[in-house]
T-cell receptor, first 113, second 114 residues
């Protein structure tokens, strides 16, 4: 089955710096890659996603890149703010076969004011 | 409306109790999911329903029994649980079909087994 690895497990940055979180996946059939932000005691919230026919997607301070050949995708947050502090999960999904999200292990991002 | 509604938000139950978690969506989604999330861990898939039929059971113990009465509702029946089953239980839904992948999560039900 699909396996998603996520690094780093913790990331501490100064306010205003950029943060990058990286994920790799194992199954080339995966074709949808969402990123979720989860604050303490809350549900995972979708912040950005990318489909396999696209290499990069941006939404204000957040961007995601996908390299299908290398089977890795990354989340980039620029101009970080204290409210960006949370746990971030990457995930992989495939349209056919096992139609369910497989999550990475999570990254705890702390933005220091 | 992109809401997935879960009830109850919090549940405390004894090991001999029978209780149910409920999930509802009105987005016309035909895939519904149960995930379990322990503290500081990612959500872990339990069950998937597609067109009201169980399509994935991730070898979940039989003390958890899912039910999909119709395309909008998903239940998780709980019986004879153990303290280690205490967790956040997340329901999610999505469309079915190529390119229809966005998955929406409910707020979750916090379960404590005593």
């Amino acid at each position: 089955g699909e396996n998603v690895e996520q690094h780093p497990s913790t990331l501490s940055v100064q306010e205003g710096d950029s943060a990058v979180i990286k994920c790799t996946y194992s199954d080339s059939a995966s074709n949808y890659f969402p990123w979720y932000k989860q604050e303490l005691g809350k549900r995972p919230q979708l912040i950005i996603d990318i489909r396999s026919n696209v290499g990069e997607k941006k939404d204000q301070r957040i961007a995601v890149t996908l390299n299908k050949t290398a089977k890795h995708f990354s989340l980039h947050i620029t101009e970080t703010q204290p409210e960006d502090s949370a746990v971030y999960f990457c995930a992989a999904f495939m349209d056919t076969g096992r139609r369910a999200l497989t999550f990475g292990s999570g990254t705890r991002l702390q933005v220091q004011p | 409306d992109t809401e997935v509604t879960q009830t109850p938000k919090h549940l405390v139950m004894g090991m001999t109790n029978k209780k149910s978690l409920k999930c509802e969506q009105h987005m016309g989604h035909r895939a519904m999911y149960w995930y379990k999330q322990k503290a500081k861990k990612p959500p872990e898939l339990m069950f998937v329903y597609s067109y009201e039929k169980l399509s994935i059971n991730e070898s979940v113990p039989s003390r958890f029994s899912p039910e999909c009465p119709n395309s909008s509702l998903l239940n998780l029946h709980l019986h004879a649980l153990q303290p280690e089953d205490s967790a956040l239980y997340l329901c999610a839904s999505s469309q079915v079909g190529q390119g229809a992948n966005t998955i929406y999560f409910g707020e979750g039900s916090w379960l404590t087994v005593v």
